[in-house]
């Protein structure tokens, strides 16, 4: 006679959907080039050289994205969704924007 032992586990450390929901984390260094990138594919279309459709800011430079950042809430405008009004930001675009302003704002 021969005994069989199986056991099954749900741990969700075992599923790496489960373990990782965020399929890009962010990278250790955050640069301007990877903001620059988001900002340019995310806000540009009314935050340009020239703003339009009303924006108050052009968001094409460092320099502009970081005083945003820093004084008129950029970050909380978009985790709350009121920026940008055509659709919102995946949350590591956030995240990487997050991690830029607490890396000090690397080049």
């Known amino acids: ?4 032992f199986y056991a099954c586990s749900s741990d969700e450390s075992d599923d790496p959907i489960l373990s990782n929901p965020d399929p890009q984390p962010v990278s250790t260094q955050v640069t301007y080039a ?9 806000c540009n ?13 052009s ?16 970050i909380g405008r978009i985790e709350n969704g009121s920026m940008p009004p055509n ?8 995240n990487n924007i997050k991690a830029w302003q607490a890396q000090g704002f690397p080049q």
């Open 1 to 4: 006679m021969a005994t069989i």
């Open 34 to 42: 990877t903001v620059a990138a988001i900002m340019s594919g995310n």
């Open 45 to 57: 279309s009314c935050h340009g050289a020239t703003p339009s459709s009303g924006a108050p800011m």
């Open 59 to 74: 968001l094409t430079s460092l320099t502009e994205v970081k005083e945003a950042i820093e004084s008129r809430n950029l």
């Open 87 to 94: 659709g919102s930001l995946s949350s590591t675009q956030i």
